[in-house]
């Protein structure tokens, strides 16, 4: 027998406490005025200096979590971590996380890290869910952490980074529960984002094929959902509005909204003398590989989707829009985003369709139901207040911070200097930090107050 409702229980996100505007970010970068904030869909960029790391966001984001919902570090059996900001290449972040169980005595815990792009949240969560519902589960948590730190070299893709941190809590009786049986995954080798070049932070990135490949995954695994939809839970002729909200992963707002659109045709498709697509008949004919080049038919469906989009896709943009990407913390931050942006009680009863992408690539939709109340979830995250609480740097002292990052990477016997900040100013209460790297390049880690 499986284990009833098996889900989320409990959700913390992480975020610097410093950003960027994006409209002054325009301004500095000599760029059009519109061209971030709204040719990307963002207005705000949340960014580190060299005193954080893929470590210390997630040693916050885990403790924070544990100590919101005053969790026992003993109930915990399970720690998988999602990332691709690999500072080791064989230390795994987990074992860095395991620090703080120490004083607990609990080192019976199992799970490590998982790497694919943006993808490894979606993989080290299956992981949980699975050992859950397992012959190996002990009848304790899981726990699932999924973060990052997107930077990129000065230029164009810039703009699209970000940081940010989700942990969530992994178990039965669950307010929010995936639904069992509803997969549809989609692999391919493709080379559209990577980093071979471990002396740096930075992507090698095709950005145009990356884009092909989210869309076209997409199309793949929405309708590999649906078919299973069909056929496991007899649902007829299944379309978008099946589900009341969708979350995606956001690499910038703009693509979720192109992506939602592409659910529509989708769904015209499969449909196409439905009477919701009375106004899009013109592309009834056009073929599959022909509707990626379309300008007119990605418009057309833009608009059609318009209205839906503001409904079941904008509430969840949040974080996407204050914080940036946050690679694999990103689908994640929508998660976080619908909490926090719907009355908890308009929630119940709601089904959610998901959808991850990493480059590389691997993607997954998939879904939830959330079967109880999630106001004590939302209420923990406060992120709206959190949101307000940062404190904005121009533009010339973010790329300071981004020069310092770049030069000081990979450093040996190094204490962090950061941008003259001091502890208060630059991190919220209960953030790690990076203390110092020792001659043998080990890593040493404080809480601010």
Known sequence: MYPENVGILAVEIYFPKRYVDQAELEKHDGVSAGKYTIGLGQTKM???????????????VVHNLIEKYKISYKDIGRVEVGTETIIDKSKSVK??????????????????????????????????????????????????????????AAGPARPTGGAGCVALLIGKDAPIVFDRGLRGTHMEHVWDFYKPDLTSEFPEVDGHLSNDCYLKSLDI???????????????????????????????????????????????????????????????????AEESFRSKDLEKAFVELSKSDFNKRVKP???????????????????????????????????????????????????????KKSVANISEALDVLNRLESRLELTPKQFSEVMRLRES?????????????????????????????IDSKRRRFYKRAL
């Open 46 to 60: 949340g960014f580190c200096d060299d005193r954080e790391d893929i470590n210390s966001i997630a040693l916050t």
């Open 95 to 152: 074992t860095v996380i395991m620090q703080i169980f120490k004083e607990s005595g609990n080192t019976d815990i199992e799970g490590i890290d998982t790497t694919n792009a943006c993808y490894g949240g979606t993989a080290a969560l299956f992981n949980a869910l699975n050992w859950v519902e397992s012959s190996s589960w002990d009848g304790r948590y899981a726990l699932v952490v999924a973060g990052d730190i997107a930077v990129y």
């Open 221 to 287: 695994c929405y309708n590999r959902y649906m078919k299973n939809l069909i056929t496991k839970e007899k649902v007829e002729n299944p379309m978008i509005k099946f589900f009341d909200y969708v979350l995606f992963h956001a690499p910038y707002c703009k693509l979720v909204q192109k992506s939602y659109a592409r659910l529509f045709y989708n769904d015209f498709t499969r449909n196409p003398d439905h009477s919701s697509f009375v106004s899009v008949q013109k592309f009834k004919d056009i073929s």
């Open 316 to 370: 969840t943009l949040l974080t996407a829009t204050q914080i940036g990407n946050m690679y694999c913390a990103s689908l994640y931050g929508t998660l976080v985003s619908l909490l926090s942006n719907t009355p908890a009680d308009e929630l119940i009863g709601k089904r959610v369709g998901m959808f991850s992408y990493g480059s590389g690539l691997s993607s997954t939709f998939f879904s939830f139901t959330i």
């Open 408 to 436: 000081v990477h990979d450093k040996k016997d190094y204490t962090p200097v950061g941008d003259s900040s001091s502890e208060k100013e630059a991190f919220f209460s209960g953030t790690y930090y990076l203390e110092k």
